[in-house]
């Protein structure tokens, strides 16, 4: 399992970390690009696994979920015919 990847115009990097219980916190680091320097950043905290390729596994997995929502909602907010609420 790769660790990184670009996704849909992102840049995902697992950073999963491991806590005083020994498990490991699944981590996400989402970078959007703009040439060769970063557009914005964010970073997302998922869940607890056992084994750090099950935590950088989820982590990869879950920032693509969350580029897909945000690239989802990006469309929709283009494609509004209602007017907005005042």
């Known amino acids: 399992m790769n660790s ?8 995902l990097s697992a950073v999963t970390t491991v806590g005083d ?6 981590r996400v680091a989402i970078m959007a690009l703009d040439g060769e320097r970063t557009r914005s950043q964010r970073f997302v905290d998922l869940d607890v696994f056992d084994t750090k390729g ?14 897909d929502i945000q690239i989802r ?5 283009g494609v509004s015919t209602l007017a907005p609420l005042n």
């Open 4 to 11: 990184r990847c670009f996704y849909r115009g992102y840049y």
């Open 21 to 26: 219980d020994a498990r490991y916190r699944a």
């Open 54 to 67: 099950e935590a950088d596994h989820f982590a990869i997995e879950g920032g693509k979920a969350w580029v």
């Open 73 to 77: 909602q990006d469309q929709l907010a």
